[in-house]
T-cell receptor
C-alpha cells in the first residue's frame, strides 16, 4: 500500500485553466505538506498543515490554495495556471511537527502548462 | 536563514566501488536534523538516512553512512559497494528541531553508477 499517494501523476493543461492535485496519506500522520520541484530540480516547501490547520505558507501566489478536509488529505488547487507553474509537486507527511520528524514523500505530480 | 550547499552537481562511480557525496550547511541553530534523500528516475523522493545533530555517532543504514562534522557544518554521504540501483539524484536537507517541520534542500548531486 502506498503511504502517501497523490493524483494525478501527470497533468498537461493549458494556460489559464484551473486544476487540482489530490493527496492522501494512510500513515496516521498529523502533518502534511506540499513541496514544489522546479525545472532545475530545486525543492522548496509551499505549505504545511498540522491537523487541518495551516502552519506554513511560503511566498506562494494566492492562485495556489491548499485544502485539508481532514488530517489524512491535503489537496492543492491552482487557479489561472501560468507557464511558470510547470513543475513537479510533491505531497508529503510526517507524524507530527517538530522534533525532526521524518518527512515521507509521495511520488510527485508532474504538471506541464502549455 | 538556513542554507544547504551541495558542491558536486554530478558524480559517477564504478559498480561495487565507494563514493562520497558532499554537503555543507549554514545555520545558527544548535539542535537540528540532517537528511539525505534519493530521487531515482521514477522521481519519488526516498529517505536514505537521517542524523540528529546532538548525536556524535555517525548514522549508518546498510551500505549508506554519513560523516557528520558539526563544527565544520559538514554532512557527507558515503555509499559503499555501489549498485546500479543507486543511480539517482541525491539531496541533502536540513530541518530545525523546533517549530514547523520545514526541510531546506540542497541543489542535489546526480550520481551515476557505471557497470
Amino acid at each position: 500500500d502506498t503511504a502517501v499517494s497523490q493524483t494525478p501523476k501527470y497533468l498537461v493543461t493549458q494556460m489559464g485553466n484551473d486544476k487540482s492535485i489530490k493527496c492522501e496519506q494512510n500513515l496516521g500522520h498529523d502533518t502534511m505538506y506540499w513541496y514544489k520541484q522546479d525545472s532545475k530540480k530545486f525543492l522548496k516547501i509551499m505549505f504545511s498543515y498540522n491537523n487541518k490547520e495551516l502552519i506554513i505558507n511560503e511566498t506562494v501566489p494566492n492562485r495556489f490554495s491548499p485544502k485539508s478536509p481532514d488530517k489524512a488529505h491535503l489537496n492543492l488547487h491552482i487557479n489561472s495556471l501560468e507557464l511558470g507553474d510547470s513543475a513537479v509537486y510533491f505531497c508529503a507527511s510526517s507524524q507530527r511537527m517538530g522534533s525532526g520528524n521524518t518527512i515521507y514523500f509521495g511520488e510527485g505530480s508532474w504538471l506541464t502548462v502549455v | 536563514a538556513q542554507t544547504v550547499t551541495q558542491s558536486q552537481p554530478e558524480m559517477s562511480v564504478q559498480e561495487a566501488e565507494t563514493v562520497t557525496l558532499s554537503c555543507t550547511y549554514d545555520t545558527s541553530e544548535n539542535n537540528y536534523y540532517l537528511f539525505w534523500y534519493k530521487q531515482p528516475p521514477s522521481r519519488q523522493m526516498i529517505l536514505v538516512i537521517r542524523q540528529e545533530a546532538y548525536k556524535q555517532q555517525n548514522a549508518t543504514e546498510n551500505r549508506f553512512s554519513v560523516n557528520f562534522q558539526k563544527a565544520a557544518k559538514s554532512f557527507s554521504l558515503k555509499i559503499s559497494d555501489s549498485q546500479l540501483g543507486d543511480t539517482a539524484m541525491y539531496f541533502c536537507a536540513f530541518m530545525k528541531q523546533a517549530g514547523a517541520n520545514n526541510l531546506f534542500f540542497g541543489t542535489g548531486t546526480r550520481l551515476t553508477v557505471i557497470p
